[in-house]
């Protein structure tokens, strides 16, 4: 029995340290199973650290044991990101301690100036998959007040949200916005309106998106920066990562979430568009660069951790061929700095932002190129990133973020994402599918599985 342990970690080194990871190679239903356990033990090792140095805070300082609060007054970030992670792992009494914590104690009649977008994704969106999947109605009550606090964001001229709003005044800030915090509210205010009756959520939240659609330039492009009071772009760089990203995914997500129409043409035009004129194809797979909005021309070739999200969307769109090669070059950027860095310059292969932060999308699209094609090299992907989470970041304490990735000096730094995310992508990759039926929930950008609308 040793002898036969020792071979198989001999074969998982091999398989990691010289990229057969991408080979179609026997992944066993142990090996399955031993990777779910090692998942489900990162997420309560995570979790002990908070509970014991930050409870009650938004997230761990894990290198200094202390807690951080992201405003004045704890949200209680990590416990609502966490809440469907631990339910979805099967760990019951940690989501039995984020529930109790979160229904004890969170309150948004608070001093907060906050930030639309991630507070929608976190919080707005933690809460409503936490009603949909426990039932309890403060959690649904928790919602309504939340994103009846964040409405004074969308009264702008175009419709287009302010990027900060303050919880007890609805003053509001901010006004020159990207698509990716515009565009990413439409799954959660969306999704409040269908729960609770009230269409003022959903009608906001598409008036602001599409007004980012019908202001595409001729490419059927958008750019980085838009002013939300005159609907002029401020920056016309396009790219599909950090700003606009989100903005992609919610047009076809909430496409399938609602069945609204609108959403799909929008999505189409836009994802046309992406291909011809934002892909990159290399012998080391298929990166996208960046160009203007308004003539295509490139003006950068770097890449990131950020915009390996696409793999996964294409495929989920219906475009398999397009998500292979992109996760290639995903996988490629993993392996070819010990962790993905991130970003890089996919031409000259260096790195021009080190740090890692513990970011979930090249796992996503990991998972989701595994569960649309069946191909073991999919779930070797995600064995090596999940080892290398676990021997790079694990400290005595929790998780920490790498501020180089070819040091492996770590930061003090273990945001929300990496419960509600990270450590949710490295469990499903391996986990039954029937843990998570992809025909009867959708993922918002922050990985919280939203139960698909009825068609009428």
């Known amino acids: 029995m040793i002898k036969i342990k020792i071979l198989i970690n001999l074969a998982f080194i091999l398989f990691s340290a010289t990229g057969f990871a991408q080979k179609d190679a026997k992944f066993s239903e142990e090996m399955k199973q031993e990777m779910c356990h090692k998942v489900k033990a990162a997420a309560q090792h995570a979790w ?5 140095y930050a409870w009650g805070a938004d997230d761990l300082k894990p290198l200094t044991k202390e807690p951080k609060t992201w405003y004045k007054s704890s949200m209680l ?153 005159t609907g002029k772009w401020v920056n016309s760089r396009s790219q599909i990562g950090a700003y606009i990203d989100s903005y992609y995914e919610y047009l076809y997500k909430s496409w399938l979430l609602f069945g609204d129409a609108d959403f799909k043409v929008a999505f189409d035009t836009h994802n046309k568009a992406i291909k011809k004129h934002l892909i990159h194809k290399t012998p080391k797979g298929w990166f996208l660069h960046q160009v203007d909005m308004n003539n295509g021309k490139i003006t950068g070739t770097t890449y990131g951790a950020l915009e390996a999200f696409y793999a996964g969307l294409c495929a989920f769109a219906g475009d398999v ?94 945001e929300s994402f990496f419960f509600g995310e990270t450590l949710k992508y490295a469990y499903l990759i391996f986990a039954p599918e029937s843990t998570l039926d992809l025909t009867k929930v959708v993922m918002t950008t922050e990985a919280h599985p939203f139960k698909i609308e009825k068609k009428q």
């Open 321 to 414: 061929e397009t998500g292979r090669q992109i996760q290639e070059a995903n996988y490629y950027m993993w392996t070819r700095f010990n962790i993905e860095p991130e970003e890089f310059n996919f031409i000259t292969d260096t790195i021009t932002s080190a740090y890692y932060i513990l970011r979930p999308e090249n796992l996503e699209s990991a998972f989701y190129m595994y569960r649309l094609t069946g191909e073991l090299k999919y779930l070797w992907q995600g064995k090596v990133m999940v080892d290398d989470i676990i021997r790079h970041c694990k400290t005595d304490v929790a998780f920490a973020s790498l501020k180089n990735v070819q040091t492996f000096e770590r930061s003090n730094s273990m």
């Open 48 to 52: 002990q650290g908070y509970k014991k």
């Open 77 to 229: 970030m990590t416990p609502v990101d966490a809440f469907d992670t631990f339910t979805l792992l099967g760990l019951r009494a940690e989501a039995g301690e984020a529930k109790d914590l979160i229904l004890s104690r969170l309150d948004f009649n608070i001093d907060n100036d906050v930030q639309v977008f991630e507070i929608t994704i976190r919080l707005l969106g933690g809460l409503i998959t936490a009603y949909e999947l426990d039932g309890n109605k403060k959690f649904l009550a928790l919602a309504t007040d939340l994103a009846n606090r964040l409405m004074p964001a969308f009264n702008s001229a175009t419709g287009m949200p302010y990027r900060y709003v303050h919880l007890q005044t609805g003053k509001t800030r901010d006004g020159i916005n990207n698509p990716a915090e515009i565009g990413t509210l439409m799954m959660e205010f969306g999704k409040l309106s269908k729960l609770t009756g009230d269409n003022t959520y959903y009608n906001a939240a598409k008036k602001g998106m599409m007004f980012l659609y019908t202001n595409r330039s001729v490419l059927d492009l958008v750019g980085e920066q838009i002013d939300v009071q």
